[in-house]
């Protein structure tokens, strides 16, 4: 790692002391990317920029709220109504969550398509499923802060899966409510926390991007660059196809933030927590629901607990899972179909757990559950010993150098 | 060095095992101690005693009506307190216990048979089951049923049907008179 001449005598001043310069030319404009990248590698980027959008207008809408249990209802409504540009800020803290977590689902199934997980990026896979779950507990927590009924019943019900751990299970609950039922201790150490994970979530994406500029970008071939012919710099190339991304993506936030802001909600939300009065149907939020599925899908409760938590654990292990030697699904005519499948089947997951667990919805929640599982866990190992992939192209340069001779 | 003729000097190799038993003795000091550190973080997060102080609820019973039921708070909890008709006296004791999920006989959950006394969640993920006023559902046994995943108490508080795996728990209580009663 050679530092780069540089001209400006500041610039270079600054550099021989803390190589600053050094690290941005390394990471960007010398930091070589398969040029053969689609949109679907615009996600990653525009989670970042979800995410920045998340902590600063959380930071300018905690000046605002007070986490208290009398207060935290009217001091919400205070930011909408009388806080200058109030409304705005927490439209788009609201919005951007699920345009966060919309981002980021995209960029986890572009990874399971191309096999991005695969050697040598089991780390950088571990390090982005560590920030998915960073961010659910982060998006459960912020939830909770209105405090209306449907953040003090979600509150409830969520931090009573714990009570089915057995032995210990009611003195966790007790330990993580502070009392003895969710109040307002527990609406303390929520926003504490709250403002705390994003922090963390920043520090893992940081770790995200070190093991990502170690072990490269993965690209839509999913075979690695064979020299300065496969890559161009990231920079200006792929900053300048990111800003484009980062358009698309704020005209259809913003879209959302204007004229939709509470598309993603929930109108129970709006009426103020009571603690003795359970809403008839409890819902979570939406990036929750193919989990809270599998949740409801087991008729025991510590089964059910276990099989949610599983569902989210067993993809630690994809990289041994999926025992196919190529990575990207482009040449892997069974696979293909199966991915598709997968997603499907995590839509209807996700439909389900919009629904009340009756009539119907039981059975096709357990089909549903059953086939996240049996994918996972054996068709992917399954796949990888008996099909038969096609024949990878020489290098990123030779499918496009030969349609062209 | 002449009776040494295998190792190296035994000087060094003392000096070796004395800085491995330094180090270990520190580590384990240190993880004692970090240990022991965390404990006031965790346990700050326990219930505090102002919490624990409001652990005491006393319910007036002279204006609960026979057949009515009242929810009053204890510990931030609804608590159910249902003045029982003698039909629902009797349907929760001749329930039989081969029937229950968790067996338990009417008379033990009660001390004057025509009150029950009742913590109003559901033991399954917590949300308050209905029954409390006399237009809400009572589920299929007469007693209580829980909307959020449809869960069937009896007339007894006692788990007949649906996902919840025990009984609505019953708070310790005295009668402190015939019409008063201390819960907690």
Redesign the interface.
């Known amino acids: 790692m050679s530092a780069p001449a540089f001209n400006n005598k500041i610039i270079k001043w600054i550099d021989e002391r803390i190589p600053l310069f050094t690290v941005l030319e390394h990471s960007t404009s010398s930091y070589p990317t398969p040029k053969n990248l689609n949109y679907w590698w615009n996600f990653g980027s525009l989670a970042l920029f979800a995410l920045v959008i998340m902590i600063m207008t959380g930071i300018v809408l905690a000046m605002n709220y007070t986490g208290h249990t009398s207060m935290a209802f009217d001091s919400v409504e205070r930011i909408m109504r009388d806080v200058n540009y109030g409304w705005l800020l927490r439209y788009l803290h609201m919005n951007g969550a699920s345009f966060f977590f919309i981002c980021v689902y995209v960029h986890i199934f572009r990874g399971l398509y191309y096999g991005s997980y695969k050697a040598p990026r089991e780390i950088l896979w571990w390090l982005g499923l560590l920030i998915y779950l960073a961010m659910m507990a982060t998006a459960f927590m912020g939830y909770v802060l209105p405090w209306g009924q449907m953040s003090f019943?979600g509150a409830?019900?969520i931090?009573?899966?714990f009570?089915a751990v057995p032995v210990v299970g009611n003195f966790i609950v007790?330990?993580?409510?502070?009392?003895?039922?969710?109040?307002n201790?527990t609406l303390n150490?929520f926003f504490s926390l709250h403002y705390l994970l994003p922090f963390v979530i920043f520090a893992l994406v940081f770790l995200h991007l070190v093991a990502l500029h170690t072990s490269k970008s993965s690209n839509p071939l999913g075979i690695e660059p064979k020299g300065p012919q496969d890559t161009i710099p990231f920079h200006p190339y792929y900053t300048i196809k990111d800003l484009y991304g980062v358009g698309v993506f704020l005209l259809v936030f913003m879209g959302f933030v204007f004229y939709a802001p509470n598309f993603f909600g929930e109108p129970d939300n709006y009426i103020p927590a009571n603690?003795?009065?359970?809403p008839?149907?409890?819902v979570p939020e939406w990036y929750y629901l193919p989990f809270y599925a599998i949740l409801?899908a087991i008729?025991d409760?510590l089964g059910g607990v276990i099989a949610m938590f599983g569902a989210i654990l067993v993809l630690f292990a994809l990289p041994w899972l999926d025992s196919s030697k190529v990575k990207s699904g482009r040449f892997r005519p069974v696979f293909k179909w199966f991915f598709w499948l997968f997603l499907a089947d995590c839509f209807l997951l996700g439909w389900i757990g919009g629904k009340p667990?009756?009539g119907n919805y039981i059975p096709i929640g357990q089909a549903a559950t059953f086939w996240y599982f049996f994918h996972l866990l054996v068709v992917l190992p399954l796949l990888g010993r008996l099909e038969k992939p096609l024949a990878l192209p020489a290098s990123i340069s030779a499918p496009v150098l030969k349609e062209k001779a | 060095m002449a009776h040494s003729t295998t190792a190296a000097p035994s000087g060094s190799s003392q000096g070796e095992s004395r800085r491995d038993f330094l180090l270990i003795a520190t580590s384990a000091v240190g993880a004692v101690g970090t240990a022991l550190a965390v404990w006031p973080f965790v346990h700050s997060m326990n219930p505090a005693a102002d919490t624990l102080a409001l652990s005491t609820t006393e319910v007036d019973l002279s204006k609960v009506a026979e057949g009515m039921a009242i929810t009053v708070t204890w510990q931030g909890k609804p608590v159910f307190v249902r003045h029982r008709t003698a039909d629902e006296i009797k349907m929760a004791e001749e329930a039989p216990l081969s029937d229950l999920r968790e067996p338990t006989p009417d008379k033990d959950r009660v001390q004057k048979p025509e009150w029950l006394i009742l913590v109003g969640i559901c033991t399954h993920l917590g949300c308050i089951p209905m029954g409390q006023k006399a237009s809400d559902p009572r589920g299929d046994f007469g007693g209580w049923f829980c909307p959020c995943h449809g869960s069937h108490y009896d007339t007894s508080g006692r788990i007949r049907k649906g996902p919840a795996p025990l009984n609505l728990v019953v708070p310790k209580y005295t009668f402190l008179t015939d019409s008063q009663i201390r819960i907690g």
Do not use: Q, Y
């Open positions: 019943w409830t019900v931090t009573n899966l009570s007790t330990w993580l409510w502070g009392g003895f039922a969710v109040d201790p150490r603690p003795m009065v359970t008839p149907h409890i409801r008729p409760k667990a009756e």
